[in-house]
């Protein structure tokens, strides 16, 4: 191989490494935060639930833990989380500030709402009055998005939901966390959630594919950096 393919070829097999060997070492990170995840929810769910009230709570503390807070919902905080279909059903997912005595707030996931074909229908949502006690597992603050645009967060439909946000829009102060409701108040929301974290083994597996294209492109470039040509026969 001449210097100048020897140096193409180096340069290549080096960008190739790189991309391969991150997109591996990231999948297998994923994959361990996945099952970390669902061992923190699996220890979690047998625990008695913890009460939160209006004193400093610690999000990692009681991250995937269940929980129960009693308030009032504000239903001018309503925010419906888009793109959230069950099935072939289109929907949102209903969130709403509840009220805790004493000036504190927590973001509460109280459940699944169908849709409409048409975008420009907004779904009306029930919202019981009163004091009202809210069981459920209490889920980080934020999740992990990509956004091409600022959100519109004077809107009713949100693409990505935080408490941060929820400061920002509502003026009020919240809890570090996110409650995932899971008890009945007769709203008519559905709460058939998902386990936390599930498919860490899709993760190993793609891993182990861009190892083994890391693998490939090593065994490539040193079969054709060692390769002799074939010598040219010398005319007689």
Do not use: C
């Amino acid at each position: 191989m001449s210097g100048r393919r020897r140096f193409v070829a180096t340069a290549a097999a080096l960008a190739g490494l790189a991309v391969t060997t991150s997109a591996a070492v990231w999948q297998y990170g994923r994959g361990q935060e996945k099952d970390r995840i669902a061992a923190e929810a699996s220890a979690g769910a047998t625990d008695p639930p913890i009460e939160i009230g209006n004193a400093a709570v610690s999000e990692a503390t009681l991250r995937y833990r269940r929980v129960v807070v009693a308030g009032e919902f504000q239903p001018e905080t309503i925010v419906l989380l888009d793109n959230q279909t069950r099935g072939a059903q289109p929907g949102f997912i209903v969130f709403t500030a509840l009220a805790l005595p004493g000036g504190q707030s927590v973001l509460v996931k109280r459940g699944w709402i169908a849709g409409n074909l048409d975008r420009s229908v907004i779904p009306e949502v029930a919202t019981p009055s009163g004091r009202v006690s809210i069981e459920g597992v209490a889920l980080p603050p934020a999740s992990r998005f990509l956004e091409l645009a600022e959100p519109a967060l004077e809107s009713r439909v949100w693409q990505n939901v935080t408490v941060e946000r929820y400061g920002q829009r509502f003026g009020k102060t919240f809890q570090p966390l996110i409650v995932q409701q899971t008890n009945d108040v007769g709203d008519g929301l559905v709460r058939q959630w998902p386990q936390p974290a599930t498919g860490a083994a899709k993760h190993y597996g793609y891993a182990f594919q861009w190892a083994a294209m890391a693998a490939l492109i090593v065994v490539f470039y040193v079969y054709f950096s060692v390769r002799k040509r074939p010598s040219k026969a010398i005319p007689s």
